[in-house]
């Protein structure tokens, strides 16, 4: 079992930028991808960045590169996802989620086993 525990939402104002931390423990040994997504109420959840921990390559969907960061810090097992510029469409319940296995579809929530409960982050215009 993996425990994944979220932390650093809140409300800011449009261009603001916050910070999400995802603090992962106890099974964590045969965790490969780490990632962040969010979902808004009547819609699918979306991926938005997510890091493969052996070798650190990272994704990020198109509506947030070049505002979001996604990095590790494995002597804390700590996932960060700095986001800046933030627009009111950024609004959403933000989730951190871990994999147990390779996968080639890293965007996938279906591939991810163990999820946090969630930060909500709003952005206002």
């Known amino acids: 079992q993996v425990q994944l525990v979220e932390s650093g939402g809140g409300s800011v104002q449009a261009g603001g930028s916050l910070r999400l931390s995802c603090a992962a423990s106890?099974?964590?040994?045969?965790?490969?991808?780490m990632g962040w997504f969010r979902r808004v109420p009547g819609k699918k959840r979306e991926g938005v960045a997510t890091?493969?921990?052996?070798?650190?390559?990272?994704i990020y969907a198109d509506s947030v590169k070049g505002r979001f960061t996604i990095s590790q810090d494995n002597t804390d097992n700590i996932v960060v996802l700095q986001m800046n510029n933030l627009k009111p469409e950024d609004t959403a319940m933000y989730y951190c989620?871990?994999?147990?296995?390779?996968?080639?579809?890293?965007?996938?929530?279906?591939?991810?086993?163990?999820w946090g409960q969630g930060t909500q982050v709003t952005v206002s215009s």
């Open positions: 989620a871990s994999t147990r296995d390779w996968t080639p579809s890293p965007f996938s929530p279906a591939q991810y086993t163990y």
């Open positions: 106890g099974y964590i040994r045969n965790t490969y991808y």
């Open positions: 890091i493969y921990l052996d070798g650190g390559t990272k």
